[in-house]
C-alpha cells in the first residue's frame, strides 16, 4: 500500500518520544519504542540546551557481555547508535525521520557491564544530511570517556 496526498505522514515513534521528552526536559522518559531499546533499558535523561547535549541512559549486564566480560562492541555501538539518533530526531521538525548512513566508532577501553551513560549533539543539520557526534560513560563518571562515535544521518521526508 502506498501513502497518496491525503495520507498524513507517519511520525516515527522515536521521535514522538524525543519531542516530547523535550517539552518536559526534566522528566526522565522510557524508551519503549522498540524491543532494543527495552533490552538495554534505554532512557532519555537530561537535555543540556546550552551545551546542545541529549544525555541517554543505558543497562548493560551479563547477557550483553563477550568472552572476556566486557559488554560486546555491538551493544555500546547500538547504545551511541540511540543518542545520535535520538538527538538528530529532536532537532527535526515533527513528522521527519532520519537513519545512520555512516557510523565511526572509537573504543579508548573496554566497557564494564553496568549503568551507562550516552551524551549526544548535533554538530551540523543540513537539508538532507544530519552529523552528529557522542561519547560513552559509566554513570557518575561522566568525563571518563568510554567509547566515542559520529555519524551521519541522512533526513526522511
Same mark, same amino acid.
Given at each position: 500500500m502506498t501513502a497518496d496526498a491525503s495520507t498524513p505522514p507517519r511520525i516515527n515513534p522515536d521521535?514522538? @518520544?524525543?519531542?516530547? /521528552?523535550?517539552?518536559e526536559p526534566g522528566m526522565p522518559r522510557r524508551v519503549d519504542t522498540n524491543p532494543?531499546?527495552? +533490552?538495554?533499558? !534505554?532512557? @532519555?535523561? %537530561?537535555? +543540556?540546551?546550552q551545551g546542545g547535549w541529549l544525555h541517554c541512559g543505558f543497562l548493560a549486564d551479563a547477557r550483553h557481555?563477550?568472552?572476556?566480560?566486557?559488554v560486546h562492541g555491538g551493544i555500546v555501538t547500538t547504545m551511541l547508535d540511540f543518542g545520535l539518533a535520538f538527538a538528530v530526531l529532536g532537532r527535526l521538525p515533527e513528522g521527519r525521520?532520519?537513519?545512520?548512513?555512516?557510523?565511526?566508532?572509537? /573504543?579508548? %577501553? &573496554?566497557?564494564?557491564?553496568?549503568?551507562?551513560?550516552?551524551? !549526544? %549533539?548535533? +554538530? %551540523?543539520?543540513?537539508?538532507? @544530511?544530519? /552529523?552528529?557526534?557522542?561519547?560513552l560513560y559509566r554513570d557518575g563518571a561522566?568525563?571518563?570517556?568510554?567509547?566515542?562515535?559520529?555519524?551521519?544521518? &541522512?533526513?526522511?521526508g
Open positions: 521521535q514522538a @518520544l524525543v519531542l516530547d /521528552f523535550l517539552r532494543v531499546a527495552l +533490552d538495554v533499558q !534505554a532512557e @532519555l535523561l %537530561r537535555w +543540556d540546551a557481555t563477550q568472552g572476556n566480560a566486557a525521520s532520519a537513519a545512520t548512513v555512516s557510523l565511526n566508532m572509537q /573504543f579508548e %577501553r &573496554a566497557v564494564q557491564p553496568g549503568s551507562l551513560r550516552v551524551r !549526544a %549533539r548535533v +554538530d %551540523r543539520l543540513g537539508a538532507r @544530511l544530519a /552529523f552528529a557526534a557522542g561519547e561522566e568525563g571518563d570517556v568510554l567509547a566515542r562515535a559520529s555519524a551521519v544521518m &541522512a533526513l526522511l
